[in-house]
């Protein structure tokens, strides 16, 4: 009888603690929460690089916080949750505590609950030594050392945080630890860091999109009425977890690939070429970009810490190579004296100009290249062709508008620390296509 009572205690109480402490699903229910099969699916996901492309209302706070809870409570790591701002991060710690309160009140008896530290932005476990840590997105996490790192709304997270703060704190591991990465968030841009992460498939495992009606408490009448009260692209960006284009985005992703040519399609000879060059500055890309008359981009090249002299010999070679008619080349801060010294030297082929770059000059140049997409009036090749393709191709995905902080002016750029390299030399070229569709050329005895 008392083997009977004593294996039957085991049944209730020891065998059920062991499994909520190797199974975080089993932890889940004993906090009181059934998780749904995609966050099933994300908690139990070994990649040690994990991306949730998930629409609103998903579950994605419960989701993190109970991921890291489970952690540091039974597995003793470290944990660190990013969140974008100082209030995300009050309610990440909040939604620990409840989760970590449920537990507590179900078995408390777990040697697992005691805490050695608990603090408004820490919790620290007495018998795993786990630390969970809840920050919002700043350089002032630059200090800190993490194994398990999840980035909450990471889509609204500064992409220079992201890379050169946040993934970094798990470099290097104490032994017996293991490394996990999780980003977590709603689609916002294309052109973030949170985006590049999402399409490098080699080093990312991506789990989405989750749409908002996949969840089973999803109100069907609440979103269909929203659906009809707001844009179309705002819908699908929030609540089907798909990237669309913003009102920042100077580029529509659909005129860049209804511009594109296959990557051994055979182009059109053309009549005459133009070039553009975009110099460098230091760590940016010297870019050569030429343009048939027809609109074809011919050729595309960049390079690296090279001297003005070897891009201006690259230049006319090019020049000759494709019959070039015009060639404007970005003159900011060198100065006619240097462009006439070093690009005239080398006797590059028809007319050469500098191209001088202001706020309002650089607007009306891009401005330009846009609507020459939009007028399907140029023809770009295909990522796959080459190297620096990809580079154009994801510079103009990432290409926006911005307005100043203090005069409130309108300026066009690349997101901070991207490059728009490819797209101005792209766009020096394009600018012999103003105002028609194809080139005008000068006569050939005035070049």
Request: charged share 25%; hydrophobic share 40%.
């Given at each position: 009888?008392?083997?009977?009572?004593?294996?039957?205690?085991?049944?209730?109480?020891?065998?059920?603690?062991?499994?909520?402490?190797?199974?975080?699903?089993?932890?889940?229910?004993?906090?009181?929460?059934?998780?749904?099969?995609?966050?099933?699916?994300?908690?139990?996901?070994?990649?040690?690089?994990?991306?949730?492309?998930?629409?609103?209302?998903?579950?994605?706070?419960?989701?993190?916080?109970?991921?890291?809870?489970?952690?540091?409570?039974?597995?003793?790591?470290?944990?660190?949750?990013?969140?974008?701002?100082?209030?995300?991060?009050?309610?990440?710690?909040?939604?620990?505590?409840?989760?970590?309160?449920?537990?507590?009140?179900?078995?408390?008896?777990?040697?697992?609950?005691?805490?050695?530290?608990?603090?408004?932005?820490?919790?620290?476990?007495?018998?795993?030594?786990?630390?969970?840590?809840?920050?919002?997105?700043?350089?002032?996490?630059?200090?800190?050392?993490?194994?398990?790192?999840?980035?909450?709304?990471?889509?609204?997270?500064?992409?220079?945080?992201?890379?050169?703060?946040?993934?970094?704190?798990?470099?290097?591991?104490?032994?017996?630890?293991?490394?996990?990465?999780?980003?977590?968030?709603?689609?916002?841009?294309?052109?973030?860091?949170?985006?590049?992460?999402?399409?490098?498939?080699?080093?990312?495992?991506?789990?989405?999109?989750?749409?908002?009606?996949?969840?089973?408490?999803?109100?069907?009448?609440?979103?269909?009425?929203?659906?009809?009260?707001?844009?179309?692209?705002v819908y699908k960006q929030e609540y089907e977890a798909e990237w669309m284009d913003t009102q920042s985005n100077v580029f529509s992703i659909h005129d860049i690939e209804?511009?594109?040519?296959?990557?051994?399609?055979?182009?059109?000879?053309?009549?005459?070429?133009?070039?553009?060059?975009?110099?460098?500055?230091?760590?940016?890309?010297?870019?050569?970009?030429?343009?048939?008359?027809?609109?074809?981009?011919?050729?595309?090249?960049?390079?690296?810490?090279?001297?003005?002299?070897?891009?201006?010999?690259?230049?006319?070679?090019?020049?000759?190579?494709?019959?070039?008619?015009?060639?404007?080349?970005?003159?900011?801060?060198?100065?006619?004296?240097?462009?006439?010294?070093?690009?005239?030297?080398?006797?590059?082929?028809?007319?050469?100009?500098?191209?001088?770059?202001?706020?309002?000059?650089?607007?009306?140049?891009?401005?330009?290249?846009?609507?020459?997409?939009?007028?399907?009036?140029?023809?770009?090749?295909?990522?796959?062709?080459?190297?620096?393709?990809?580079?154009?191709?994801?510079e103009l995905l990432a290409f926006r508008y911005e307005e100043t902080k203090i005069t409130k002016t309108l300026r066009v750029a690349a997101p901070q620390r991207k490059?728009?390299?490819?797209?101005?030399?792209?766009?020096?070229?394009?600018?012999?296509?103003?105002?028609?569709?194809?080139?005008?050329?000068?006569?050939?005895?005035?070049?």
């Amino acid at each position: 009888m008392i083997r009977k009572d004593l294996r039957e205690h085991c049944r209730r109480t020891v065998l059920p603690r062991l499994l909520e402490e190797t199974d975080i699903v089993a932890f889940c229910k004993a906090c009181g929460f059934s998780p749904y099969p995609y966050q099933i699916d994300a908690m139990t996901n070994p990649a040690q690089r994990l991306i949730l492309l998930w629409g609103r209302r998903c579950g994605k706070t419960a989701t993190c916080a109970l991921l890291a809870l489970w952690h540091c409570m039974f597995k003793g790591d470290n944990a660190i949750i990013v969140s974008y701002n100082q209030e995300q991060a009050k309610i990440m710690m909040s939604e620990i505590r409840k989760w970590y309160r449920n537990y507590k009140y179900k078995n408390p008896e777990s040697e697992f609950i005691a805490l050695k530290r608990d603090s408004s932005r820490d919790i620290v476990f007495a018998k795993s030594g786990g630390h969970i840590m809840c920050r919002p997105a700043g350089p002032g996490i630059r200090g800190y050392q993490a194994n398990i790192i999840i980035i909450d709304e990471a889509a609204q997270v500064p992409d220079s945080l992201i890379q050169e703060e946040i993934t970094p704190l798990a470099a290097v591991l104490e032994p017996g630890k293991q490394r996990k990465i999780l980003m977590i968030s709603t689609p916002h841009s294309r052109g973030t860091a949170f985006y590049d992460c999402w399409r490098n498939r080699d080093v990312w495992t991506v789990l989405g999109p989750i749409k908002t009606e996949s969840c089973p408490n999803a109100d069907l009448e609440y979103l269909a009425a929203e659906r009809e009260n707001m844009p179309e692209s705002v819908y699908k960006q929030e609540y089907e977890a798909e990237w669309m284009d913003t009102q920042s985005n100077v580029f529509s992703i659909h005129d860049i690939e209804a511009c594109m040519y296959p990557p051994h399609e055979k182009l059109p000879a053309p009549k005459y070429c133009v070039m553009g060059v975009d110099l460098a500055r230091i760590v940016d890309y010297t870019v050569i970009t030429v343009l048939s008359d027809d609109g074809y981009v011919m050729h595309i090249e960049n390079m690296q810490r090279t001297p003005y002299e070897v891009v201006a010999a690259r230049a006319a070679e090019l020049s000759h190579k494709y019959n070039v008619a015009r060639t404007l080349v970005d003159s900011t801060g060198l100065g006619d004296p240097v462009l006439n010294e070093i690009f005239r030297r080398e006797k590059i082929k028809g007319v050469l100009e500098g191209f001088v770059f202001s706020n309002k000059s650089k607007l009306s140049l891009i401005n330009n290249l846009r609507s020459v997409f939009e007028r399907r009036a140029i023809h770009i090749p295909h990522p796959d062709h080459s190297p620096a393709a990809r580079k154009l191709y994801y510079e103009l995905l990432a290409f926006r508008y911005e307005e100043t902080k203090i005069t409130k002016t309108l300026r066009v750029a690349a997101p901070q620390r991207k490059h728009d390299d490819h797209v101005i030399s792209l766009a020096l070229a394009a600018d012999n296509l103003r105002p028609h569709d194809r080139i005008t050329f000068l006569k050939p005895q005035e070049w």
